[in-house]
């Protein structure tokens, strides 16, 4: 199986789900480890429980240097031999070194239909454009935010009396189903 790992900064739903695909006997992918920037994420605690290593690399530290954490990272992953990094709700913007180093085996999900709302609050933004479909996005991460090239999507209705958080949740549910689908495709087309 092709060794993956999530990187997160949060509640790691996502994450979870990415796990529990990679656990079936036929998945192409495992993940194999968990990287947080924040010590204490309410996700570390869903991958130790799943069985999977947790790991915390604190930003905080590297005051302004980013890059430096992300070498701290990029460390972690290279002991373990990983292949592919997914980020599900990882909140920090990635330098160019950390985008270049993992070319074409980095992949996000955003929760949008890109290229419609890149950046944060697209649940309320998507309201505010009295849209009729929300959506999210799996993409291969490249140096502009939210733009490398799209591996899948999943939609779902704008319903009348929606909130921000009533679709995130909407949305969020059609994440969980389309990100270990996406990544699955992904890892099977890739090179050796
Ligand atoms: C997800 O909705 C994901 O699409 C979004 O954060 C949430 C993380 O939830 N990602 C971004 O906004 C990236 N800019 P989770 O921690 O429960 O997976």
Redesign the pocket.
């Known amino acids: 199986k092709v060794r993956v790992a999530v990187l997160?900064?949060?509640?790691?739903?996502?994450?979870?789900?990415l796990v529990a695909a990679g656990q079936a006997a036929d998945a192409p992918y495992e993940v194999v480890a968990v990287v947080s920037n924040i010590a204490g994420?309410?996700?570390l605690a869903k991958a130790q429980a799943a069985g999977v290593e947790a790991l915390t690399v604190e930003h905080r530290p590297f005051g302004k240097d980013r890059e430096a954490h992300e070498r701290a990272i990029d460390a972690l992953l290279a002991e373990r031999g990983v292949q592919v990094v997914a980020?599900?709700?990882?909140?920090r913007l990635l330098t160019p070194w950390l985008v270049g180093r993992w070319a074409g085996r980095m992949v996000?999900?955003?929760?949008s239909l890109l290229p419609l709302y890149p950046?944060?609050n697209?649940h309320a933004r998507a309201l505010e454009a009295g849209d009729a479909e929300a959506g999210?996005t799996v993409h291969l991460v490249t140096e502009g935010?939210?733009e490398g090239p799209v591996l899948g999507q999943a939609r779902v209705p704008v319903q009348a009396g929606d909130t921000p958080e009533i679709l995130?949740e909407r949305?969020?549910a059609a994440?969980?189903r389309l990100y270990p689908q996406a990544l699955a495709d992904f890892v099977r087309r890739l090179k050796p």
């Open positions: 997160i900064s949060g509640t790691g739903s996502n994450m979870v789900s994420a309410a996700g980020l599900a709700g990882y909140m996000n999900i955003h929760p950046g944060l697209t999210c935010v939210d995130a949305v969020k994440e969980h």
